[in-house]
């Protein structure tokens, strides 16, 4: 599986932006699609993940009611919507994908087997 974003940009606050993760190679074997982000000094942290199947999608509650996650119709496409956004936004986005059996909470990283590139978010004040 290979995962590649695009997307990312520069935004005033207040903007929106939306990321695409295209998934390529065996995607039939994807359960679950996840976005990450980077800050510069901080940790890589959680930010949305769907289930690919008719599953619950998870947010974390620094981006809720701000972004959605949401996926194409043959579901090689996932995208993250960011509105209002935040100068606190600005990161690297992963976009990554789990495959069965998943080994972990889907809002940690744990259970990730496929990681993109990433691409870069900046929100200006």
């Known amino acids: 599986v290979q995962l590649v974003e ?8 207040g903007g929106s932006l939306r990321l695409s993760c295209a998934a390529s190679g065996s995607t039939f ?17 959680f930010v949305a993940t769907m289930t690919l199947y ?11 009611g701000r972004f959605t996650v949401s996926r194409d119709n043959d ?5 993250l919507q960011m509105n209002s956004l935040k100068p606190e936004d600005t990161a690297v986005y992963y976009c990554a994908a789990a495959v069965p059996p998943l080994k972990a909470p889907i809002q940690s990283e744990t259970p990730y087997d ?11 004040s």
């Open 6 to 13: 695009s997307g990312g940009g520069l935004v005033q606050a």
């Open 29 to 45: 074997r994807i359960y679950v699609m996840g976005w990450f982000r980077q800050a510069p000094g901080k940790e890589r942290e």
């Open 54 to 64: 008719s599953g619950p999608t998870y947010y974390a509650e620094s981006v809720k």
């Open 75 to 79: 579901g090689d496409t996932v995208f």
């Open 114 to 124: 496929y990681w993109g590139q990433g691409t870069q978010v900046t929100v200006s």
